[in-house]
């Protein structure tokens, strides 16, 4: 089993035609040139998941970037995680930091979207992360210690196999500002201690544990070497086809 994994993150951007024409590419490229152990996943755009499902051969997989933590009824404008499954996606994000900032997204309200969304066979990429002044003030390991056991720690050992964890310092996300690799080794090495206390070292091991926060194909290389760093999420450079797939090609 490989603990590789990049996932895109496109947030609020791309047309429909733009998001078919993109994944296609990007399929179009890993299929000429496999990169063998690395699984890939385009985090999409709600309106998108089901043309772009179809539109793939498998090659890539598709995830939302967000679910109801309810299962259905009177909820306008939301997407249950159902509703998520039944488009053909696989995956689904939660907890980005942008969700947390600007839907009021906490903790406790994330462990509930955790759940339905694995009630539905979605896998999860959980998001993780602290702001700077976190940082500045070296609150960076309770902030994310926090968010991983409110989050996810209620969860089986069982279901825990059908979670990736993606620490995306908030401070890195779309400002240019990459952590340093020994930054990025350093929580991602914690949060590993953090599930081996609480599943066991094989569960642990098993658990794939992305990097976000302007990962780019200069930096890529550097911060996938590191032991803990199982991989990206990105979001600006998933963009661009040939960014994004560099990026897949850094391993
Ligand atoms: P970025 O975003 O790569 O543009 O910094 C990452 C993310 O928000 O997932």
Known sequence: MTRKLVAGNWKMNLSLPEGIALAKEVEAQLLANPTG???????????????ISHALEGEVAVSAQDCSANESGAFTGEVSAMMVASTGAEYVILGHSERREYHGEENALLAEKVNMALEHGLKVIYCCGEVLSE?????????VGDQILEGLFHLSKEQMKEVVIAYEPVWAIGTGVTASSEQAQEMHAFIRSLLQKQYGVIAAENTSILYGGSCKPANAQELFSEKDVDGGLIGGASLKANDFVAIINSF
């Open 135 to 143: 940082r500045e003030n070296n609150q960076q390991f309770e902030v």
């Open 37 to 51: 152990d690395v699984q890939v996943v385009l985090g999409v755009p709600f309106s998108h998941l089901t043309a």
